[in-house]
């Protein structure tokens, strides 16, 4: 039960975070926290509910699975829901359970039980009708998934039709799709030596393969699929777990072959234990095991609760760990003036990649954990983007090491830091700051901002170093003969920095308003704000009050806007940089809604126009552009020399055309 009654404001932001994981794990196929992340927030979340009921509301995380399924696929209702589990972490977790079973259905649920590896992959459901696949889906949001029948038919071991004569008519097949750890290794040499991107982990791409729009990109990615159950059925005669896991292989399923029947929930405990020793030999990733109660007549009576089974859990395993140590902790200044200790890792294999880097987020991070320069640390990752320094090994720690102390001073520029009431981050409040210069002007010619190409961050060293740009309005000013001394810039590619630079003058509002690296701003933030406003000028005059009332924006967002505007150093940048030719203009008022609804990415060299005329003519006809590929673009068009872009569309499944095919269906192939 937690500590106090927290306020339903506190509750409800819970409930916005954990809906925004399920978005990005459930939808996106793109997680930011880790399993076991995600699990402590869902348990907090269901703690508070269940201490408090007047806290719960009918559409909690609690009361659902996953997320709404994305629009590309066709969508797929089913009868019977595909429920999530409940997750214990402890023993007296699962002991708790039992208990809680056998108060519902009394001496039956003491007994007999199904367990299985709890598979790290992506649930599917396969429907056969007389015998014949005829539906693959995603779980979706347990009723509602996503059709890949597809891409479920190359999946291997999975039987275009059931074997035997004993087959129901109609059957649903629940399991687990999954990429063996050799099959995923396989795959990501034949991505060395294309040349291309290595893939993550196997979950993320086994997730990204069934979400593949070109089914022979699914074929190729040797997928494999287990399954564990069933959902609406007609006339099987099944009676409990085990006689279904028989059935399923009977019928030609593959099934997991070290599902055991476990008698006593003492079997159960053992056979975690041995599953957790077995786990890192496997050859395909687990998280945990999966409970049932064997007997269907339990399950019936014990019931459902809105998300979960009674009578099934899942007992999880801690996230992968590495030991290594920490060899400095070291200060890094971002854009923004934040300062963030970062340690530096004596190298170690965590997760299947090799992890050097952990940052540690701030001051009160770093006490929290009580990390130390020279501790022996352990490391998770688990599959997560981000690497996680867990805590210090106390008892390995050698002598006193200083505690770790946010300096006093930023250690680029020397200026004394501040770290604002209320807030986490400490900063540096030199604007001037060479970091925050450095990471400003990076952000000025990104991709999704200016995409001024060939200013990496090897030339903005150069470019600072020698003084020939303080802030981003400096660069409207250089000449090839400026750029011609720097090192590796031979005449042509000063010419084409110089061409670039020039092209970025004719630039969305939108963009530009990215550009400009307010806080909290990002590219969706800046897209609400063009469309509200007409100039940049009447973007930074306006009132807070009015700005917090613009949906999507808010009053958090709000007040960094009118601080940002009301700098006299961010107010002297824009005026240099529309003295200098930038014309930021507002989105185009679209001429025809033949493009609605459909997203544009334009990557390489166009010949017949340049990428913003692209993009204004497909704002004119209702449809909109984006800098970078998702499973939600319609479209990528690929110019000369197609880059990441091309690579990533062709990894998703997008539709690529050429720019030839782009003039077709915008009308002007003729012009």
Known sequence: MPEK????????????????????????????????????????????????????TPDSPTQKVGAPPRGQFAVVTRDVPMLSLENAMEEAEVMEWRERLVRAVGEAGGSGYVCEPKMDGVAVEIVYRDGALALGATRGDGVAGEDITANVRTIRGVPLRLR????????????????????????????????????????????????????????????????????????????????????????????NPLARRCNTIEDVV???????????????????????????????????????????????????????????????????????????????????????????????????????????????????????????????REGKPRRFAMPERCPVCDARVVRPEGEAVTRCPNFACPAQVKGRLLHFASRGAMDIEGLGEKIADQLLGAGLVTDPADLYGLKVADLEPLERMAQKSAENLVASIAR?????????????????????????????????????????????????????????????????ENRAIVRRLLKAGVRPAGAPVAASDELAGQTFVFTGTLTRMTREEAEAEVKKRGGKSSSSVSKKTSYVVAGEKAGSKLEKAEKLGVTVIDEDAFLELIGKKGA
């Open 5 to 56: 009654k927290p306020s339903a404001a506190e509750v409800d932001a819970l409930r916005r975070e954990i809906e925004h994981h399920d978005y990005r794990y459930h939808v996106l196929d793109d997680p930011l926290v880790s399993d076991a992340e995600y699990d402590a927030l869902m348990r907090r979340l269901v703690a508070i509910e269940t201490a408090y009921p007047d806290l719960a």
């Open 270 to 396: 053992a056979y975690h234990r041995e599953m957790g020793e077995r786990r890192d030999a496997l050859p395909y990733e687990i998280d945990g095991v999966v409970i049932k109660a064997d007997d269907f007549a339990v399950q019936a009576e014990a019931g459902t609760r809105a998300r979960s089974p009674r009578w099934a859990l899942a007992w999880k395993y801690p996230a992968q760990e590495a030991r290594t140590r920490v060899l400095a902790i070291e200060v890094q200044v971002g854009r923004t003036g934040a300062l963030t200790p970062v340690a530096r890792l004596d190298p170690v294999r965590v997760g299947g990649v090799t992890v050097s880097n952990a940052t540690l987020h701030n001051q009160d991070e770093v006490a929290k954990k009580d990390v130390r320069a020279g501790d022996w640390v352990w490391v998770r990752r688990a599959g997560d983007v981000i690497p996680e320094v867990v805590g210090p090994i106390l008892e390995l």
């Open 164 to 255: 035997g004569e004993g087959a129901p008519r109609a059957l649903s097949v629940r399991g687990e799709v999954y990429m063996t750890l050799a099959d995923f290794e396989a795959l990501n040499q034949q991505q060395d030596t294309a040349g291309a991107r290595r893939y993550v982990n196997p979950r993320n791409t086994t997730a990204g393969s069934l979400k593949q729009l070109d089914a022979r990109v699914t074929a190729a990615r040797a997928l494999r699929f287990f399954a564990y159950g069933i959902g609406a059925h007609e006339g099987t005669g099944l009676s409990s777990q085990w006689e279904t896991l028989a059935a399923l292989r009977e019928w030609g399923l593959p099934t």
């Open 504 to 568: 970025s003058r004719e630039i969305t509002l939108a963009r530009f308003v990215y550009a400009l690296g307010i806080r909290n701003v990002g590219e969706t933030v800046a897209e609400i704000l063009a469309g509200h406003f007409a100039s940049i000028d009447a973007l930074l005059a306006a009132p807070e009050e009015a700005l917090a009332e613009i949906h999507g924006v808010g009053p958090v967002i709000a007040r960094e806007i009118r601080v940002w505007a009301e700098t006299k």
